[in-house]
């Protein structure tokens, strides 16, 4: 599979709250009044109100500036408005404020991986698929961190995981193990992953030329 790039991935958000286990106990001292903050904020994400919840985040940071995960949310949206010089900057600030914090790891993670910081990003990346083994994104973007690098043996474990977790994931794994198998002359099994994707996709941004290619793999038998 020709063309395969490196896709603008979903960001990791988590709705987070004080009784729901997803809290770190760095952020158990976060005052009531910035969680009171977060809650609306979260509420006007909800309403698509993005203007009203980036303002009530950062009335949140104010009441609270080591709030972690008001840090990644804010990393977020600048991420969602194509602000990825800012999302790096949030998601830095959340990280160093509590480095356990999944959504933090894998979204910086994916922000510099879309830079093309392969290198930077691939301890990050490791980092979020060792941290939560089930997650479809964190596999994906290990996966397609070690694509980038060339490394595609070490691409292939977390891709096809990712693929298991979640076949019909933005990433679209099978789209890098098509070209994978390619690669190896695996042919067969290239086009049991664009035939999987034409299913999943069939009016995908790639279909129509990975349709010309599954004709011709066929052919080739």
């Known amino acids: 599979v020709t063309g395969v790039q490196t896709c603008a991935l979903p960001i990791s958000e ?10 770190s106990t760095k952020q158990l ?12 904020a979260q509420r006007k994400i909800a309403a ?3 203007v009203g919840a980036e303002r009530a985040y950062n009335q949140a940071l104010e009441i609270y500036p080591k709030f972690a995960a008001a840090w990644n949310a804010l990393g977020v949206l600048a991420h969602q408005q194509r602000q990825n010089d800012r999302a ?15 959504e933090a790891v894998v979204n910086l993670g994916g922000v510099l ?23 479809a994104l964190a596999n994906a973007q290990l996966g397609m961190n070690y694509f980038f690098k060339r490394d595609f043996d070490s691409a292939e474990g977390p891709l096809l995981k990712a693929q298991s977790l979640d076949p019909a994931h933005v990433s679209e794994p099978q789209t890098y193990l098509a070209t994978i198998y390619l690669r190896r002359g695996e042919r067969d099994k290239a086009l049991a992953e664009i035939e999987e994707y034409l299913k999943i996709r069939p009016d995908g941004p790639a279909s129509n030329r990975l349709r010309r290619q599954a004709t011709a793999l066929a052919r080739a038998r």
């Open 14 to 23: 988590a709705a987070l709250n004080k009784s729901g286990g997803l809290v």
């Open 29 to 40: 001292a976060v005052p009531d009044r910035a969680w009171s903050k977060y809650t609306e």
């Open 48 to 50: 698509k109100d993005t």
């Open 88 to 102: 790096e900057e949030c998601f830095r600030k959340a990280m160093e404020l509590d480095p356990e914090q999944f």
């Open 113 to 135: 991986l879309g830079k093309g910081r392969i290198e930077e990003a691939l301890p990050l990346n490791q980092k979020a698929a060792t941290m939560h083994p089930a997650d």
